[in-house]
């Protein structure tokens, strides 16, 4: 199947933490105001976004488009596409709201979520990453804050077929583990954003133990994939100030739930049995 072109906010999701200081906020701007973009000359949003208009044209050739028009352009018939997947601003929920259009809103989101994850999904890259869980001696999921309840539920999910998957909860435990880790050993590692400065010091140490990193994150060119063996990326666009968005965790479960399928998929009677033998001990703890 042959790779999807990108959009040009797919480009700036991808480019992110390649762009200069003032790129990143015309950057900012574009992916706040998505539409409205369009509509405006290159001096509009030079001002708006609080940079010159040499930036914007450097942010725009950066991307690859040869002008600004071009550029417009680009945003026209990105947000064009996007209105037919969702006439909604994805979780943009307003006071006027009746309870049914927050509802609709919110299902938009977290469609949208799985949709745009799906979208970036590499069967080459999930048989590389299930290649390395499958073979390795042990599996540690991590991740900070909101990130560490994902990598909690990969544990726990993981946990129901193989007795190797642990999650580490505490920042200076992660570190202690990665430095504990040996070469069999694999780090599956949630960050939304990729950049986290505990992140770095963890993936750092497990990469000098020669310990393999999978590494779930919104930004596949962000400073922890370079870091990592594999990198996941997951759709859902959360700005500063929907940090811990359901509409990014739901991305991240789909692709926690398509691992753990493949996964599985590679030992269909195995994990069937130790299954069952699970669900025959909990039988008791059930009233």
């Not at 390649?18 to 574009?30: F, G, H, I, M, W």
């Not at 706040?32 to 001096?43: N, P, V």
């Not at 914007?56 to 352009?73: D, E, P």
């Not at 994805?90 to 469609?111: N, V």
Request: with cysteine; proline share 2%; net charge negative.
């Amino acid at each position: 199947m042959s790779k999807p072109p990108q959009n040009v906010f797919e480009k700036i999701d991808q480019m992110y933490y390649e762009l200069t200081a003032s790129e990143k906020k015309a950057a900012d701007y574009v992916l706040a105001h998505r539409s409205e973009t369009q509509f405006m000359s290159i001096a509009e949003l030079a001002e708006e976004s609080g940079v010159a208009e040499a930036t914007v044209s450097r942010f725009c050739r950066r991307l690859g488009y040869g002008g600004y028009n071009v550029f417009k352009l680009a945003i026209a018939n990105a947000s064009a596409t996007h209105s037919e997947v969702s006439s909604t601003l994805s979780g943009q929920i307003e006071e006027s709201d009746s309870f049914e259009d927050m509802c609709a809103k919110l299902f938009s989101a977290d469609r949208d979520a799985m949709a745009q994850t799906l979208t970036l999904l590499r069967p080459e890259r999930i048989r590389e990453a299930v290649d390395l869980l499958s073979a390795a001696d042990k599996v540690i999921c991590m991740g900070q804050g909101g990130s560490m309840l994902m990598a909690e539920e990969a544990a726990n999910l993981f946990s129901m077929v193989s007795g190797k998957f642990f999650a580490v909860q505490d920042s200076h435990s992660q570190v202690i583990a990665a430095s504990n880790a040996g070469e069999a050993d694999v780090l599956l590692f949630f960050s939304y954003s990729g950049a986290t400065r505990d992140m770095m010091e963890t993936l750092r140490m497990a990469r000098e133990r020669g310990a393999s990193v999978i590494l779930v994150t919104r930004f596949a060119k962000s400073p922890g994939a370079a870091l990592a063996k594999v990198v996941l990326p997951v759709g859902s666009n959360e700005s500063p100030l929907q940090i811990g968005s359901v509409s990014a965790k739901i991305a991240q479960l789909f692709l926690m739930d398509v691992l753990f399928s493949e996964y599985c998929r590679r030992d269909i009677d195995g994990c069937m049995e130790r299954r069952e033998r699970i669900a025959a001990a909990l039988a008791n703890k059930h009233l």
